[in-house]
Every structure is written in structure tokens, then in C-alpha cells.
């Protein structure tokens, strides 16, 4: 059987990427995600590398907005006397069992990507590039996603081409795609059962809310049914835009990337189900994992509904994909402030909000930094040019 990744065929990759700019951004602005790998006659060529996706100033950014929120709803918000009596009625193995799901996200994302390279990937190198991607889009906008970077990683830490790396990445974004799908019709129809939106946001909001959801729904339809049924769609819809006359000088670099994408969309297309059933089955874990973070994390000081919780955190997740700020850092604070908010007393936004990040946000920086550094450390030990 032709393994999936290998040099020998044509390959085919979150956002978190996830969001449908992100998935563009990573097709266009980054050659390895859409160009092949190179063959056993070929020499690799990795392209030019990103300047400043994992850099200080981007770290540094995205903390401070997130900081700066959290003041802002604590100053708003806090109350230390009714935050200690509400304290008494801690539950300490939910917040354990939250501890446990936001390790268990780690690992489940390891365990995806050595499913989908099919053996190329250890569950070890697939956890360490797991923890990377999350870094990288901790420090980059929702919007983007640490992808294209993240595939830089994975080829270092494993000695492999790029293109093959990134073409693994390209994978998972699809089956975050094929998520959407499942998850979005879900939330659409539980609007009819609870109150899954917000009454802050007001009826417009709503709509406003409802309609991004369509529009996410629509897009990510499109982008399976264009990655696994119809390939060459995108290439012509890539082609009628570059024979714009203010997009004709992106001609020669875009149009050899979409032909690349369609020998990797065709490679998708030949793996049998069993591939893409426990793919899929993975990344939903994946995925509830997240929702589970915000439901564990509120359940342990406040008994708010559950279904309407874990719901609203789904939603929350889902407008949190188009943050223009660095890991959605200030942008998805106030997500929280508007889905989960109501759900408890006052006192408890402020001290549930800065859990949360620390566990499904600032850890994440952590740990990919200590890897990021490690690398870049190993590597000058061996003499490597550094990365």
C-alpha cells in the first residue's frame, strides 16, 4: 500500500487552523503546504522560511492583549468576598478532571498526526509537533494558524522534506473541516432547544451569529467537497482571479501551488475510509476536548446547565477561528466574557476566564517554547545552521 506522506506519490494540511483564511493563507503565502515533496530524483528545496510568526514581539503581543482583558473583566467583575464564599463549593476533581482534558488535547493531537502520516510520525514526534502547531498559533492570528510554521518543526525534528511534513498538516485541516460540518448543523439546531446565543448579543447579534455559522458551514462544505470530489474547482477558481489585472503578478507564484494542491487533493481521494474514519474519529475527540476545558473548568465552583455550557463553549470556539490577534488573544477573552459569563455568578468570571487561559492557552506557550528552544538549541550543538 502506498503510504501516505512518502516521497514516491504526490502528497497532499490548524488551525487549529481550521479557519477557511487560515487554510487560504497556508495554501498561498506558504510554498511547502502546496508544493510537492520532492521525488527520489529530485533534491529538496525548502523555501524561504517565516520571519516573525514565532517571534518575541508576537509572544510578547499576544500576552499583553490577553492580560490586559483579563484586568479588564477582573476590575469589572471581581469580588473577593463573594469569590470566597462561592469557593467553598469547589469541586477539586473537576477541576482536576479539567487539568486532565487539556493534557489529553495534547495527546490526541499527537496521536492524529502519527495516524495520518501512517507511521511516518511516532506518537512521541506526532505530540511534540502537536504541542509546536499550538504554539505557533498561540503567537499568530487565529486567522492564519501556527501551520505553516509548525510544518517547519515537524521537518527538523523528524529529518524530513517540508513538503512532506506540511502535506500531514494539510490533512488535519481538512478533517477540521469535515468536524465543522458535523459540529455547526448541531449548534444551528440546538438554537431551537436552549439558548445557545447570548442575550447580550440582541437579535441582530444573533443573526449576525447565526449567519457567520452558515457562512463557516458553507465554506467548510466547500472545501471538502473541493479537496475530495472536485480538485480542479479550486484551480479554476485560482485561475479566473490571478487574470485579474491587479492580481495578473501573482500569476506564476499561485497557479504552480494550486497544481501542486490537486496531485495532493487527488492523493487524499485514494485512502480508503478506514484512513479517514479514524481520523476523523481522533480529531472530535480532539476538538470535545476543547469544549470539555470550559465545561470542567466552570462545573468545578458552579453547577451552570451543562448542555447549555458545553454548547455555548462550542460556539464560543468557532467565532474565536476569525481573531485577528495572535492566538485570539483579547478577542476570545471577551468571547468568554459574552458566552460564559452568564452562565455563573459575577464573582467567578474573572478567576474561571484566567483558568481557562492558563490551561488552553498560556501552557501551551510554555511547553511549544521550551521545544522551540530546545530545537534551536540541538541544533547549534550540531552544528546546524540555526532556524
Known amino acids: 500500500m502506498t503510504t501516505f506522506g512518502r516521497r514516491s506519490p504526490p502528497d497532499a494540511s490548524p488551525t487549529a487552523m481550521g479557519s477557511p483564511s487560515g487554510v487560504l493563507l497556508s495554501m498561498s503565502s506558504f510554498s511547502p503546504v502546496a508544493s510537492p515533496p520532492p521525488t527520489d530524483d529530485d533534491s529538496p528545496q525548502d523555501p524561504p522560511r517565516p ?147 447570548p442575550s447580550a448579543a440582541g437579535a441582530v447579534g444573533g443573526w449576525s451569529l447565526l449567519a457567520y455559522f452558515g457562512g463557516l458551514l458553507l465554506w467548510a462544505g466547500l472545501y471538502a467537497y473541493a479537496t475530495l470530489v472536485r480538485p480542479r474547482l479550486l484551480v479554476a477558481v485560482a485561475d479566473w482571479c490571478v487574470r485579474w489585472p491587479y492580481l495578473r503578478r501573482f500569476r506564476e507564484t499561485v497557479m504552480p501551488e494550486m497544481r501542486a494542491y490537486f496531485r495532493r487533493a487527488r492523493h487524499l481521494g485514494s485512502r480508503p475510509p478506514a484512513f479517514y474514519a479514524s481520523g476523523f474519529a481522533l480529531t472530535a475527540l480532539t476538538w470535545l476536548a476543547r469544549y470539555a476545558l470550559v465545561f470542567f473548568i466552570v462545573r468545578s465552583v458552579h453547577a451552570a446547565d451543562g448542555v447549555l455550557l458545553f454548547a455555548r463553549s462550542a460556539a464560543m470556539m468557532l467565532v474565536g477561528l476569525v481573531m485577528p490577534t495572535p492566538g485570539g488573544s483579547g478577542g476570545l477573552e471577551g468571547l468568554y466574557a459574552l458566552f460564559i459569563g452568564p452562565l455563573m455568578p459575577e464573582a467567578l468570571l474573572a478567576p474561571t476566564l484566567l483558568t481557562w487561559r492558563l490551561l488552553g492557552y498560556y501552557l501551551f506557550i510554555a511547553l511549544g517554547a521550551y521545544l522551540f528552544l530546545h530545537q534551536l538549541h540541538q541544533r547549534r550543538a550540531d552544528g546546524a545552521p540555526p532556524h
Open 51 to 197: 520571519r516573525t510568526a514565532g517571534s518575541t514581539r508576537n509572544i510578547v503581543v499576544s500576552l499583553l492583549l490577553s492580560a490586559l482583558v483579563l484586568a479588564a473583566v477582573g476590575a469589572l467583575t471581581f469580588d473577593a468576598g463573594a469569590f470566597r464564599r462561592l469557593l467553598q463549593h469547589l469541586r477539586p476533581e473537576l477541576l482536576a478532571a479539567a487539568v486532565a482534558v487539556a493534557f489529553a488535547r495534547i495527546g490526541l493531537g499527537g496521536w492524529r498526526l502519527s495516524q495520518v502520516s501512517e507511521g511516518r510520525l511516532s506518537l512521541r514526534s506526532g505530540t511534540r509537533g502537536q504541542l509546536a502547531w499550538d504554539f505557533f498559533s498561540s503567537v499568530t492570528p487565529s486567522v492564519v494558524g501556527g501551520g505553516p510554521v509548525a510544518a517547519f518543526y515537524v521537518a527538523r525534528d523528524e529529518d524530513l522534506a517540508v513538503g512532506e511534513s506540511a502535506a500531514f498538516l494539510f490533512f488535519c485541516v481538512l478533517l477540521d473541516q469535515l468536524w465543522f460540518l458535523v459540529a455547526i448543523p448541531l449548534l444551528i439546531l440546538a438554537t431551537f432547544a436552549i439558548d445557545l446565543l
